[in-house]
């Protein structure tokens, strides 16, 4: 997170850390967001990019500080029984980022630092993404460009919503690669935006009294650059295919 202020612990109790435990690794390397018991919401490239497998990595939930070997009093780990990655997932263009993370059992236990997050109803998600409404990005990404893709401690900045047209109109890549399934955030001015390591973690707002995941961090030309824009999956267009995948299951969405 660039230009970013620390959080207290647990003030975003849905956000989950995606640890690499191969030996080589032993890392954090993206994150994730709680919707339910079973069930964590990431960026698909989270998942094809390093290549992990389910065996690779672990979540962990209630996490504050990203400091290897560090365990938290108000953490807990859990094994990834299935990865799902959107079908329409496109590792050139980012089209389709979202994947999910069925937790193996036992249930997530919640607690006031593990908590899952909404998804909400699309008519509701369509009037929270509107252009000039401000969203909250969290994570421990890098603060500059080329710094250490892991900050110690969880930082949260919050962004604009910027229309498409403005966003596709501010650099020729944009105009390209961004679909409707996308959206963008960020001031014109830059200085603030999510960075290396913030992948796969939440565009949030509150509203009427608790928090909506509105989008997955995805991806930008550097970081908090002047013009241009940091860009997340627009999951309220996922949202029939997140329905699918999880209720298949047997386990059901917060509302």
Known sequence: IVGGTEVEPGAFPWQAMLWDIRP?????????????????????HCIRE????????????????????????????????????????????????????????PEVTFTEYILPICLPEIPEARRLIRP???????????QAVGGRTSEKLMKVVSLPVVSLRRCRDSHPQYAQE????????????????????????????????????????????????RGKYGVYTRLHRFRDWITEQTEEQGTFLVH
């Open 24 to 44: 080589t690794r032993n890392r954090y390397f993206c994150s994730g967001s709680l919707i339910n018991k079973r069930w964590v919401i990431t960026a698909a």
């Open 50 to 105: 390093l290549g992990v497998t389910e065996q690779d990595f672990i979540v962990r939930l209630g996490k504050h500080t990203s400091v290897r070997g560090v365990l938290e009093a108000n953490e807990r780990s859990y094994i990834v029984e299935r990865i799902i990655v959107h079908p329409d997932f496109n590792g050139d263009t980012y089209e389709s980022d979202v994947a999910l993370l069925q937790l193996a059992l």
């Open 132 to 142: 000039g409404n401000i969203g909250t990005v969290t994570g421990w990404g890098a």
């Open 178 to 225: 961004i679909s409707q399934n996308m959206f963008c955030a960020g001031r014109r001015e830059g200085g603030k935006d999510a960075c290396e390591g913030d992948s796969g973690g939440p565009f949030a707002a509150f509203d009427n009294g608790r928090w909506h995941l509105l989008g997955v961090v995805s991806w930008g030309d550097g970081c908090a650059l």
